[in-house]
Structure formats: C-alpha cells, structure tokens
C-alpha cells in the first residue's frame, strides 16, 4: 500500500450525493490536512432521493449538488465534477466508463476511491444496484481504460486526455476490508458534512449515535484500541 506521503491527488467517485460523506469523509478529511488534493466526481445528482414530497422533484438534482459542494467544503474539498447520471438507473455502460476514463485522465490521481462493485450481503444497504454500477465501471476505468492509449481513442485524439494510471483503489463497503483509518480526530468534519446534507440527514435525530457504533465496530475489527473511530477499505494495487 502506497504512504500518502507518496500521493499528490486522490479521485473519488461515487453514485449519489452523499455516499462520500457516509463512506469516506473522515478519512479524506485527514488526506487534505496533509496538503493532498482531492477532487469527488459524483456520477448521478441523486435526483431520486429526499423525503419532502412537496418538494418538486426538478429541484431536487441542483439542492443536492448545493449539499455535496457543501458538505465537501467541510473537509476541505472544493473541486467537484458532477456528471449528471440519472439516480436509480445508472448501469456500467462503455458511455460511463469512457466518462470516468476522462475524469481520471483530467485529474490524474494516484490514488482512487471507488464504490465496491460486489454486493455486500451482511450490509445490503451499501449495495445499490447503483453504487455496484458506478463500482464496475469506475475499476474498469481505472484499468485498463484510462492507461490504455487505444481505449476509446477520441479521448486523446479530440480532447487531448493523455492516458493514466492510478496506482491504487480504495473500495470503502466492500465485503472484505483490509485496511481501517482511525477517523476520531476528524469525526466531528464528518458529522457537519452528512449534516450539509439536510434533505437527506434532517430527519436523523439518531444519525451520530448510529455512526459512533458504526465506526467504533469498524475500529474494533480493525484492531484499534477502545474508543477509536474508524472508516474501512478494501485496498487495491492497480498500478
Ligand atoms: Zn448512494
């Protein structure tokens, strides 16, 4: 596994508004307080979500991008590309990994993170058919389609996108975690990102409870000392 020493940039792609907050925000919180860059791409606008049904539902994409831009800021991300993927229908098309394969060429990251494409069957909820989508798509983006020059050659041919490989893919959700971030210290970053996120958290009277035993199991099952906090990852070699 590479040291963030090692990395300039990190790419994170997710399926909806707030998958990164849930999934990843202490952790990306503690890579930006190291000086690394990182940029989210959020494939759909998460336009299915929400609970107010007073509220149009045309005014639901632009009040979750408003959320994610947000909620990014709180752990120090300000560069967000939102690709405008309908919620609840994304499939792992050539159209969405040639769009990822872009995005990882624009940013050129070293590492990634990426939904898991396998589904979970102890935790089902973190497996919409969406994430798994978004999951397939964005590794085969990362490998081979972003490195490789001849893979969807307009690329390089009409917008100059150079090939790239990134050299590692941090899969959060996944059925076999092999790496957990003690996120204690940026739990409360975390907490104001998710709660950005008002069309979806502000109802959740029990949110920070649920995530505190949450992270604490994730801590545990890592091996970090009682009353850690920790965010876990499937950690891959791709370079
Ligand atoms: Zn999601």
């Known amino acids: 596994m590479l040291s963030d020493s090692e990395i300039q940039r990190i790419l994170v792609i997710e399926a909806h508004p707030d998958d990164v907050?849930?999934?990843?925000?202490?952790?990306?919180?503690?890579?930006?307080?190291?000086?690394?860059?990182?940029?989210?791409?959020?494939?759909?606008?998460?336009?299915?979500?929400?609970h107010d049904?007073?509220?149009?539902?045309?005014?639901?994409?632009?009040?979750?991008?408003?959320?994610?831009?947000?909620?990014?800021a709180c752990v120090g991300v300000t560069d967000l590309r939102f690709l405008g993927y309908p919620d609840g229908r994304v499939e792992?098309?050539?159209?969405?990994?040639k769009d990822l394969a872009r995005v990882i060429r624009q940013v050129r990251p070293d590492r990634a993170v990426?939904?898991?494409?396998?589904?979970?069957?102890?935790?089902?909820?973190?497996?919409?058919?969406d994430h798994r989508a978004v999951g397939s798509a964005a590794l085969d983006a990362i490998y081979p389609d972003a490195r490789n020059p001849y893979a969807f050659p307009e690329l390089r041919e009409e917008e100059g996108q150079e090939p790239w490989t990134v050299r590692e893919a941090w899969l959060p959700g996944g059925p076999a975690p092999n790496h957990y971030v003690d996120v204690t210290d940026t739990f409360?970053?975390?907490?104001?990102?998710?709660?950005?996120?008002?069309?979806?958290?502000?109802?959740?009277?029990?949110?920070e409870d649920f995530l505190r035993g949450w992270l604490a199991r994730a801590a545990a099952?890592?091996?970090?000392?009682?009353?850690?906090?920790?965010?876990?990852?499937?950690?891959?070699e791709t370079g």
């Open 21 to 50: 907050d849930f999934g990843v925000a202490g952790t990306i919180a503690r890579w930006t307080d190291a000086g690394i860059e990182v940029v989210y791409c959020i494939v759909t606008d998460g336009d299915a979500g929400g």
């Open 53 to 72: 049904e007073s509220m149009p539902r045309a005014e639901i994409a632009p009040l979750r991008r408003k959320e994610q831009t947000a909620a990014a």
């Open 92 to 97: 792992a098309t050539l159209g969405l990994r």
């Open 114 to 129: 990426c939904p898991s494409p396998d589904r979970n069957y102890a935790r089902i909820g973190v497996s919409h058919p």
């Open 188 to 207: 409360h970053r975390k907490m104001a990102a998710l709660r950005a996120h008002e069309s979806q958290t502000g109802h959740m009277d029990e949110l």
């Open 221 to 236: 099952q890592g091996g970090l000392p009682e009353g850690r906090l920790a965010e876990m990852f499937q950690v891959i």
